[in-house]
């Protein structure tokens, strides 16, 4: 249907309810603003008067409450006056029994402490004079005790320690001050008895007061929760108890996200924010896992080191002493100077592996590369550590052709160093220990095998962490930090190579490594071989 010009035309009806529509959703507006606004006024109101009614009575029961209060800090800090006594006592008595200073503590703590204490009892009964004269009193005959006889005693005592056994301990008494202490605290709980019962009393007509007006405001505030309750609570009730599990520490709550407008967006921050706070908290976990960690290694690190330190130096300490007090003969000199050079080579040693692991901590590991045959430093080693026992036999089976690689003899040396050290440390039965070399594939490998303890299975994946030696090292009181291995298997693998090892308990440990080989044609002569030096 249109008009005659060909424009639509709206149905009267239509118009009339649309505005019908806007009207009637205008006027549940206002009468929810004008119901909410009459609850919290009609409820404000009532508060007033309460309130009002109530600010008197608690003013009356905040006074006899504070009197009753203060009465009692005036009784704490009697007693605790009354214990600093007790302490000089029991100071002194300990002191003249044993003469041992250590006693004094109880007697020099309470020294310190009463000038503070008595000046705030006398402070705290200010508004009482005749308890204030006898807290005055109580100073003076404290002041007395100590001026008279407790400090000049403790002096002649301590000029005059012989005499101590001597003096009799009844002298020591301070029974007049007790008594002084118990006539003041029994005057100040009488006078706390009696307030404490006319604060009662206030507390009981504020309870009585307080109910008749509360009972007139409980209508209006159960009648505007119940409302408040239906209108506006109900739409984030689920939110609510979603936040009450995150509180309780339960972070995988969410909610749905289908709310509407405000809602929505309400549910789906709180998810972000409970997303966000699982990660937190996963973080948090993992990092006190590794401060833990970091503290356990720390603690073993202390541990292992001052035991370590403790041997050589009390060898030191004792062969230089012996030498610097006694007229020995070269022949002991000798051996005494042997022992001290020994003992300082240990430590030497024990310092320079804290240093390799700081260094490669700290990724600056040095290698001083050059081509050479490792058959040979294998050879020098065994050599070496052949001399360290008498009852190990170590043996040495070179490869057939030169292994020639390229990397930093030193370092090298070192790790194979450790593996000897350990495999005639943990063989203490002594035996054989047998190594071995071999060029495999263009990759050189060694293997140092011993037929000692063996590494239980339980502890093969801790073998290269640091500062663990298992449980052999110590009920056999085996020397050793702990980190031998770990710098081992960082020298390995800065050249390019692997450590490893195969174990069984009782029977004995296989230790191995491989590095990269050069090839036997690009090989140049020894003495035109380059050396180079970088940083790792």
């Known amino acids: 249907m249109s008009d005659s010009d060909g424009a639509p035309r709206i149905p009267a009806k239509a118009g009339t309810d649309a505005e019908h529509g806007q009207t009637k959703r205008a006027e549940i507006s206002r009468?929810?603003?004008?119901?909410?606004?009459?609850?919290?006024?009609?409820?404000?109101?009532?508060?007033?008067?309460?309130?009002?009614?109530?600010?008197?009575?608690?003013?009356?029961?905040?006074?006899?409450?504070?009197?009753?209060?203060?009465?009692?800090?005036?009784?704490?800090?009697?007693?605790?006056?009354?214990?600093?006594?007790?302490?000089?006592?029991?100071?002194?008595?300990g002191y003249v029994i044993t003469s041992d200073p250590k006693y004094l503590q109880p007697w020099q703590r309470a020294q310190h402490q009463y000038r503070r204490e008595i000046a705030k009892l006398i402070a705290l009964t200010t508004?009482?004079?005749?308890?204030?004269?006898?807290?005055?009193?109580?100073?003076?005959?404290?002041d007395s005790y100590l001026r008279d006889f407790s400090v000049s005693f403790i002096r002649f005592l301590q000029r005059n320690s012989s005499a101590a056994a001597e003096v009799s301990v009844a002298?020591?008494?301070?029974?007049?001050?007790?008594?002084?202490?118990?006539?003041?605290?029994?005057?100040?709980?009488?006078?706390?008895?009696?307030?404490?019962?006319r604060a009662r009393k206030t507390a009981r007509l504020a309870v009585v007061i307080g109910g008749i007006g509360l009972g007139s405001a409980l209508v209006f505030l159960l009648a505007a929760a119940f409302y408040l309750r239906r209108a506006v609570a109900r739409p984030v009730q689920f939110v609510a108890g979603a936040a009450e599990r995150v509180a309780a520490g339960d972070l995988s709550a969410r909610l749905p996200t289908e709310g509407p407008g405000e809602v929505g967006q309400l549910e789906r921050s709180f998810n972000a924010?409970?997303?966000?706070?699982?990660?937190?908290?996963?973080?948090?976990?993992?990092?006190?896992?590794?401060?833990?960690?970091?503290?356990?290694?720390?603690?073993?690190?202390?541990?292992?080191?001052?035991?370590?330190?403790?041997?050589?130096?009390?060898?030191?300490?004792?062969?230089?002493d012996l030498m610097l007090k006694r007229d020995v003969p070269p022949e002991d000199r000798r051996r005494y100077l042997e022992v001290i050079r020994s003992e300082s080579a240990r430590?030497?040693?024990?310092?320079?592996?804290?240093?390799?692991?700081?260094?490669?901590?700290?990724?600056v590991l040095e290698l001083v590369v050059e081509e050479f045959d490792l058959n040979e430093l294998l050879?020098?080693?065994?050599?070496?550590?052949?001399?360290?026992?008498?009852?190990?036999?170590v043996s040495f089976r070179p490869s057939p052709d030169p292994v020639i690689v390229s990397g930093d003899p030193d370092r090298l040396a070192q790790v194979i160093g450790n593996l000897l050290s350990n495999a005639i440390k943990y063989s203490p039965d002594g035996g054989d220990v047998d190594v071995t070399a071999s060029l495999i594939r263009g990759e050189a490998w060694v293997w140092v095998r011993d037929r000692g303890l063996g590494i239980p299975r339980e502890h093969h994946a801790r073998v290269f962490t640091k500062f663990f030696r298992g449980d052999a090292a110590r009920k056999r009181a085996i020397s050793g930090t702990g980190l031998g291995l770990v710098l081992a298997r960082q020298i390995v693998e800065a050249h390019g190579g692997t450590i490893g090892f195969d174990s069984e308990y009782a029977k004995g440990s296989t230790f191995w490594i491989r590095i990269p080989a050069v090839a036997a044609d690009s090989v140049p002569a020894a003495d035109d071989r380059a050396k180079a030096r970088h940083r790792m």
Not at 128 to 141: L, M
Not at 176 to 185: A, C, V
Not at 379 to 393: C, K, M
Request: glycine share 6%; hydrophobic share 45%; net charge negative.
């Open 273 to 320: 924010m409970a997303d966000s706070l699982q990660r937190s908290r996963d973080d948090l976990e993992e990092r006190n896992r590794r401060l833990a960690e970091s503290e356990r290694l720390k603690t073993d690190l202390v541990s292992n080191v001052s035991h370590e330190l403790r041997t050589p130096l009390a060898s030191i300490l004792g062969f230089s």
């Open 171 to 197: 002298a020591l008494r301070v029974d007049t001050i007790r008594h002084r202490f118990t006539g003041f605290l029994s005057a100040e709980e009488s006078r706390g008895t009696s307030l404490d019962r």
């Open 31 to 93: 009468g929810l603003v004008a119901r909410i606004a009459l609850a919290f006024g009609g409820l404000a109101a009532a508060l007033v008067v309460v309130f009002a009614v109530l600010i008197v009575a608690v003013l009356g029961l905040r006074d006899r409450s504070l009197e009753a209060r203060h009465s009692q800090q005036v009784i704490a800090t009697a007693n605790g006056l009354q214990t600093l006594v007790i302490d000089f006592e029991t100071g002194l008595r």
């Open 347 to 363: 430590l030497a040693t024990l310092l320079n592996d804290l240093l390799d692991l700081q260094r490669q901590e700290l990724g």
């Open 379 to 393: 050879e020098v080693q065994v050599t070496l550590y052949s001399a360290q026992s008498g009852v190990h036999e």
């Open 127 to 142: 508004n009482d004079p005749k308890q204030q004269r006898a807290a005055i009193e109580i100073k003076q005959a404290v």
